[in-house]
């Protein structure tokens, strides 16, 4: 079983998989020691230090065996060489390609630090030739395992003049998202630490439960539908998308309308407060209340220190306000369509 989870800078897409994968082992695994996490990460500066002791204190208690997973695993893979997982307590077949066991659960944090380790410094792969069989490699591995959740991220909605070595990186990375996504039994966008599932086989019960979504989730919001007053309502979505005449024609009078929230945050951060501290205050109003506030984590990781951490920082913030949310609202398009709540 091969489960595929993407989404934004800060979207919660990775404890969404840790969770997701720690449930797949509660009815897959019959031994403990059965649930594995790749970690493809190198630290190379204080700040990736930083993020990856923040992912480890994220999934502690869960159960995974950890295991540092560089490139060079996966292009013994390729290369048909033996590969050995240690310490986990795994085997290789004949092709080289580990043996997790049928009751394994394997998760694999991510896809576009594994794919960034194979081209730099220096790429590791003939170009067009072994990059290109990745997805067939961790296809392999999720055979062997009896489930494997791969963590990618939504690094294409970004309108920049890019030179043509990052221009291939983010088309390897499509490339390689689409193949995963077209083999998979489960494809999952995380929004504001909610999973959007684009697909979803029949028979993978589990899936359905982990939606945890409402009667009417996930439905355009009906024209002419108006909120009931008293709620707090969080309305997502990219720039110019149409969120602010959607709340005018959606919302009665009588509700306050925060816009820009993520500028907000920016403030914040460039004056040193607390974020989390003003977004807890803001939930503590009374009467009916919409925040609106623009997605911001796609894209390729900023070279900007302060924008780096501005967009993980807004991410983490629309992951705490749709947990207290009684609605959550993406608006595309001027289209609304309901992540969390009713109408």
Known sequence: MLILVTGGSGSGKSAFAEQLAVRFAGQICRERGGLYYLATMTARDGESLARIARHRAQRAGYGFRTVECGPDFFLSCAAGEDAVLAPAPVGTSETGQAVFGEQSVVMLEDLSNLLAGCLYPEPLWKAGEDACRMPEILGGLAAAAGCMVIVTNEIFS??????????????????????????????????????????????????????????????????????????????????????????????????????????????????????????????????????????????????????????????????????????????????????????
């Open 158 to 343: 970004e309108p920049m003049a890019w030179g043509e070595e990052t221009l291939n990186y983010i088309r390897l990375l499509g490339a390689w998202n689409a193949r995963l996504a077209a083999a998979a039994d489960g494809v999952a966008e995380v929004v504001c630490g909610i999973p959007v599932w684009h697909k979803a086989r029949g028979t993978l019960g589990i899936l359905k439960n982990s939606r945890e979504r409402e009667p009417e989730q996930g439905k355009p919001v009906r024209k002419g539908a108006r909120m009931e007053n008293g709620k707090t309502i969080l309305v997502i979505g990219g720039a110019y998308q149409g969120k602010g005449a959607y709340v005018r024609a959606h919302f009665p009078q009588g509700y306050e309308v925060v816009s820009g929230y993520h500028e907000q945050i920016r403030r914040q951060l460039l004056e040193g407060r607390d974020c989390e501290r003003e977004a807890e205050a803001l939930l503590q109003k009374k009467g009916g209340l919409v925040i609106i506030s623009d997605e911001i984590g796609g894209g390729l990781v900023p070279m900007n220190p302060f924008e780096r951490a501005y967009r993980e920082t807004v991410g983490r913030i629309h992951c705490m306000l749709a947990g207290e949310a009684d609605s959550v609202i993406r608006v595309v398009c001027g289209i609304g369509e309901v992540l969390k709540g009713y109408l």
